[in-house]
């Protein structure tokens, strides 16, 4: 791939949060938890893990853990991403938190554009109450749930979201 198709690539993504009920494929499922797994880590331990969510009564579940954020009922596929404390913090000690935190972050994230490349649409949902999240997926204690990320047959929209200019994000030798 070309470099401006790249960013044209990522130009085009958007948060959708409306989906048709069509289900994932299951080679869909597998197309974007084999991209994640490609994500660098810190020693090499992945220390992420994804609970994927297909079940109707569970989708609804978690959009209530979600405050009502009705899209994560509709989406056919959710994919509950979460930090692994352990496996890093066997290596790592406390830093192994934050580690854990940066694993899963960019798992998720290349699951959102893996879904992406596969004409999937996707909203990463952050605001939702961890502890009904881990009571409904049975999440044992070391395993911390970051983002809902949503995903399903959609239609981006057509008018991105604006962003910072770059310059405001930037600071060249000092801050
Ligand atoms: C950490 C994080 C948390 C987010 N949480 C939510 C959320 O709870 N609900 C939601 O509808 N969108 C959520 N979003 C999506 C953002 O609203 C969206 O990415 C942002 O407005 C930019 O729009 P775009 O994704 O279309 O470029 C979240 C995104 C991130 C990265």
Redesign the pocket.
């Known amino acids: 791939m070309d470099f401006s198709d790249f960013l044209e690539f990522l130009s085009r993504?958007?948060?959708v949060?409306e989906y048709e009920e069509t289900p994932l494929a299951d080679p869909e499922i597998e197309y974007i938890i084999s991209c994640a797994s490609t994500a660098p880590s810190a020693g090499n331990l992945e220390a992420w893990d994804v609970v994927v969510v297909t079940d109707a009564d569970t989708r609804l579940a978690l959009a209530d853990a979600?405050f009502g954020?009705p899209?994560v009922g509709k989406a056919p596929a959710l994919f509950v991403v979460c930090a692994n404390y352990v496996r890093s913090m066997s290596q790592y000690g406390e830093r192994g938190i934050l580690y854990a935190v940066q694993d899963a972050t960019i798992a998720c994230t290349y699951m959102m554009l893996a879904a992406h490349a596969h004409d999937l649409s996707t909203?990463?949902?952050?605001?939702?109450d961890e502890d009904e999240v881990r009571e409904i997926l049975g999440l044992p204690p070391h395993i911390r749930p970051l983002?809902i990320l949503a995903a399903g047959h959609g239609h981006p929209?057509l008018r991105?979201?604006e962003r910072m200019n770059t310059g405001e994000h930037v600071h060249r030798d000092e801050w």
């Open positions: 993504r958007s948060s949060r979600s954020q899209h909203c990463w949902t952050g605001a939702f983002a929209q991105l979201a």
